[in-house]
């Protein structure tokens, strides 16, 4: 069989591009309902203690209010299943203590927002507040080496050390930054005789839906999690929050649809964020630019009643081909809100400190940064000496350079200068892990001639709704209009997750499968019948084309989907597709049953890991960054960033999530910072007036350009876009600050302060 018409690859504007310009996609936030009542959220203002006593009457008593939840009144709840990767968080309202700032103590629920949020504020809370520790350098805190079984070792590093001609040994630090996506996270939950139906922004409505069923004791069919529109997410919606649980507690409770809307400051403390990290990297080197030895430890927090998988020096060891590595990550307990994973999570931290000590080396020994890179590629997996499943690093590396014109950089830092500025010139490259999880998909066609394909994923703006439109219509043969994709509920085939750069490939392989057994299923209707022009011929005999099969030798050989349909008596044909989790190293981490259960989980995912395919996502960045040395000013002037992404499905979107990654890495850089009041463990910044997020003056021209090729681990040859646009970017601008600067800076955000003269 041969694809006639080819959509898949061109620059498609998105599908749902129209629905969410005219307002008419709706978003959970936008989700009514007759009856529909409003919960608001009280939160603790302390980390640690103990509720004494907590007064309902005059928040129950204030108008419109028709119920106040706290922990003397909910009902005992089941705790949702464990997983390693998207660990639950605990159970709300099922005690009296509290474990961190922001810890949700009542749930208001009235007729309108306001007056929830009202009445919210009535609620009186009494309390004994205990001591917190709140930062990884606290005096007294204990780590736990290890803490995931994925610390990898390789060689001797302190023997390669000792080799080395010129070895780093430097401390870095980066900054807890939070997701904070547009759409304001919310849920809609009512109960429809005993089925729980929620409306809910999240990454993964099957998680959301299996826990709930979990959590209310019901079987999993007896839920419905409907995600059709998610306003960014980030990685905010990788796991079930209490929020959800809470609107659906009252929901049951009240006997009517509760929706809640997260306030932002509650956007700060409710839904995760990207840790803060200490990191340590002892780096050494030959004159001749070969790596002796790379040791990298990082200590980053876990809240102390919930869980985190976060593997800050994950990507170490796969990053060179040098012979002594040891990554090691060291998990510290603290009274905050539970971490979680945003975009390039531990990646975009780990990479920062291993490439900006790459730099250095290069700087130390006066070799060029991107021909010390090279001179240590990895062409094989190092950790494991397997074929990487696609490789393009190398040719990020070379494109990149030209593009951006490398090789007008003068390599002494403080060399270039356009008038009173300070010009440098950085890169850093980025090697980041992908999987690929199972996922199915059905697709029906009807008899029309039109196809509907359906899958429970989410598209929470990175264009799967798009991408999948494309592979469907490429694959029936068929234009873009004649297709549709339905997606974001739990009733459709089961999708992962979209996160982990993962869901275009898990996807767009379940939905290319089931293409492939449309054409079968139409092929094998069309041969019962003897007089069908398409009688007797096999799959390999026929081609698919604006809406037909014919015979690949003779056009006029074969007929229409709607005569196969027509002729065979049928008003539609439904057949569906899957996807296995490929071989790909991390499909291990998210897709094996050793990972769903508390226990020896690392163990197992060390073994599992050691049989499969390495396979990733690989970028370099280039940037140039002007300073003010007087002021402090520092500029992004202009980034190029090469991708090696597998199979680009539609370069316009893929574009767009480069970009979108390069902004968050810029931010990441220059400016995001969660600060906490080191007494109450307060977030302090928890609005958009006091967080920093880069807006359009402190982004220049971002110029993205795909290299390599189809990758070879799976079908449709896919790999992720979503996270190595950000990662890699903190070291790129580092890197460059250090080259117009000289001062080498080794904690995110870089600040005005870290820049004056
Ligand atoms: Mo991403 S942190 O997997 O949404």
């Known amino acids: 069989m041969t694809l006639a ?99 949700y103590v009542a749930m208001v629920v009235a007729d309108t927002p306001e007056r929830a949020t009202e009445a919210a504020a009535l ?124 609107t659906a507690m009252a929901a049951r409770i009240v006997g009517r649809p509760v929706k809640t809307v997260l306030t932002r400051p509650q956007m700060f403390t409710g839904l995760g964020y990207r840790p803060a990290t200490i990191q340590r990297i002892r780096i050494g080197a030959r004159r001749d630019g070969t790596l002796t030895a790379i040791d990298h430890e990082v200590t980053s927090p876990a809240a102390k009643v919930a869980n985190v998988l976060y593997p800050v020096t994950l990507g170490t060891p796969a990053a060179y081909r040098c012979d002594n590595v040891r990554g090691r990550d060291r998990q510290v307990r603290l009274d905050i809100p539970s971490p979680a994973h945003m975009r390039g999570p531990g990646e975009a931290e780990g990479n920062f400190a291993l490439e900006t000590a790459v730099d250095e080396i290069a700087h130390a020994i006066g070799m ?98 798009t991408v999948i439109t494309q592979v469907a219509a490429e694959g029936m043969g ?16 089961r999708a992962p997750q979209a996160g982990g750069s993962g869901l275009a490939n898990a996807l767009s392989n379940a939905v290319h499968d089931a293409t492939v057994n449309a054409v079968k299923a139409l092929l094998a209707l069309a041969g019962e019948d003897h007089a069908s022009p398409l009688h007797g011929c096999s799959r390999s005999d026929v081609v698919v084309d604006d809406g037909h099969l014919h015979h690949k030798d003779d056009a006029s050989r074969g007929e229409s989907y709607v005569a196969i349909l027509a002729r065979g008596g049928r008003s539609e044909l439904t057949v569906s597709g899957s996807s296995a989790p490929s071989r790909a ?83 990441q850089t220059l400016l995001e910072e969660m600060t906490t009041d080191s007494g109450s463990g307060r977030v302090s910044n928890a609005t958009f007036g006091d967080y920093l997020i880069p807006v359009n003056a402190d982004i220049p021209d971002l110029d993205v350009v795909f290299v390599g090729g189809p990758d070879a681990d799976n079908t449709v040859g896919v790999k992720g876009v979503g996270e190595i ?22 904690s995110l955000p870089i600040t005005i302060a870290d820049l004056m003269d």
């Not at 990662?727 to 117009?740: E, F, K, L, R, S």
């Open 123 to 246: 609620v009186r809370v009494d309390h004994e507040v205990a001591g917190a520790t709140l930062s990884l350098d606290a005096p007294g805190v204990k780590g736990r080496s290890n803490p995931y079984f994925l610390d990898a070792k390789r060689g001797n590093v302190e023997s390669g050390l000792a080799a080395a001609d010129v070895t780093i040994d430097a401390t870095f630090n980066t900054a807890a930054n939070v997701h904070n996506p547009i759409g304001l996270f919310s849920t809609v939950a009512h109960w429809d005789g005993g089925r729980l139906i929620v409306h809910d922004a999240t990454q993964n409505p099957f998680l959301v839906r299996d826990s709930l069923a979990k959590v209310f004791s019901i079987p999993q069919d007896r839920v419905q999690v409907l995600a059709p529109y998610v306003g960014g997410s980030f990685g905010a919606g990788l796991r079930l929050w209490q929020h959800v649980i809470l």
């Open 725 to 746: 646009g950000l990662a890699g970017m903190a070291a790129a601008i580092g890197n460059a600050v250090h080259h117009a600067t000289g001062k080498r800076l080794r």
């Open 5 to 103: 018409n080819q959509v898949v690859g061109r620059s498609i504007d998105r599908v749902d591009g129209p629905v969410k310009v005219t307002g008419a996609a709706t978003y959970t936030m936008d989700v009514t309902a007759e009856g529909l009542l409003h919960a608001a959220l009280v939160r603790s203002t302390f980390a640690v203690g103990t509720i004494t006593s907590i007064d309902t009457a005059e928040a129950s008593a204030a108008p419109g209010v028709v119920a106040v939840f706290t922990h003397e009144n909910a009902p005992r709840m089941k705790k949702p299943s464990w997983s390693l990767v998207t660990p639950p968080p605990p159970v709300p309202f099922q005690d009296a203590s509290v474990h961190h700032f922001g810890q």
């Open 585 to 667: 190293v991390n499909g291990a981490l998210i897709g094996s049953a050793a990972v769903s259960r508390l226990g020896r989980p690392g163990r197992k995912l060390v073994e599992a890991t050691r049989a499969v395919t390495p396979a990733g996502g690989f970028a370099a960045h280039f940037v140039e960054v002007r300073v003010d040395p007087h002021l402090g000013r520092l500029r992004v002037r202009r980034v190029v960033s090469a991708v090696d992404a597998g199979r680009v499905l539609n370069p316009k979107l893929a574009r767009s999530q480069i970009i979108g990654g390069v902004i968050g890495g810029i931010g």
């Open 478 to 493: 068929l234009d873009l209009a004649k297709v549709r994709f339905e997606l974001g509920d739990t009733d459709l085939p």
């Open 368 to 465: 060029d940064p991107v021909e010390l890179r090279m001179r240590n590629y990895a062409e094989v997996h190092p950790q494991t000496g397997l074929a990487w499943s696609s490789k393009a690093l190398a040719e990020c590396y070379r494109q990149g350079a030209e593009r951006f014109g490398w090789a007008g950089r003068t390599p002494e830092p403080r060399s270039m200068r356009d008038g009173e500025w300070l010009v440098g010139y950085g890169m850093a490259g980025v090697s980041y892990g992908h999987f690929q999880a199972k996922c199915q998909a059905s697709l029906t066609v009807h008899g029309d001639g039109t196809v509907l394909v359906r899958s429970g994923a989410t598209d929470i703006g990175q264009g799967t709704y």
